[in-house]
């Protein structure tokens, strides 16, 4: 595609459940990286994946997230059990192998209730 | 204290005014630094991106790397209404446990108005 694509756009849950948000990067783009961005604060990295190499998982903030790339294209991120203070945009980005310049998607809004 | 450390602003000029955005950072092997511009419930869209030091120009912008003192800055020229938004630096290293990975300032708030 022309951009990278993330879905859904917004959701909203309940405190407790399950929830996941796609990211379909640009096709050919090596690398792929989830960031958190709360209100008012920068964004926050979360987990970055580069080819067929391990992710890394660095910036995860408890055992709840985690993130699956299929194939080296799309990814899928996972919050478990939510907790309010889930409630971010979640900001998905890919890069081609050089790394130079990241294409950021629109970012999927979610609210915990 | 942070790794990358921005002025959140807000700032606010009037149209057709120069403005500067900094920011100061820790890890002496950040190599790459880029500029990204956030619209409102929109995703960041990259505006500069230069690696180690140096200037450069893109129409109206300048992005400068000063890694002697860890700063980097961007300017606008002729600001238009159009470019208020929130600026984000952002900077990634060639090794250790930043590679590979931005790390982001605060972010700017800037407000152009007629």
């Known amino acids: 595609g022309a951009g990278v694509s993330q879905s859904p756009s917004n959701k909203v849950t309940e405190k407790g459940k399950d929830v996941e948000l796609r990211c379909d990067p640009i096709?050919?783009?090596?690398?792929l990286y989830w960031y958190r961005q709360s209100l008012g604060q920068g964004l926050e990295f979360l987990i970055y994946f580069q080819g067929n190499s391990a992710p890394d998982k660095s910036g995860l903030p408890s055992d709840r997230f985690s993130a699956e790339r299929t194939g080296g294209s799309v990814s899928t991120l996972t919050i478990q059990r939510t907790q309010q203070e889930d409630s971010a945009v979640y900001l998905c980005a890919s890069s081609n192998p050089q790394g130079d310049g990241y294409t950021f998607g629109s970012g999927t809004r979610l609210t915990v209730v | 204290q942070k790794e990358v450390e921005q002025d959140p602003g807000p700032l606010s000029v009037p149209e057709g005014a120069i403005v500067s955005l900094n920011c100061t950072y820790s890890n002496s092997a950040f190599q790459y630094f880029m500029w990204y511009r956030q619209y409102s419930r929109k995703g960041p869209e990259l505006l500069m991106y230069t690696y180690s030091s140096g200037n450069k120009e893109d129409g109206r912008f300048t992005a400068q790397v000063d890694k002697s003192s860890k700063y980097i800055s961007l300017f606008i020229r002729d600001s238009q209404p159009s470019d208020s938004a929130t600026y984000l630096c952002a900077m990634s290293a060639v090794s250790g446990t930043s590679y590979g990975k931005l790390t982001f300032g605060q972010g700017t708030i800037l407000t152009v108005h007629p």
């Open positions: 096709s050919g783009h090596t690398a």
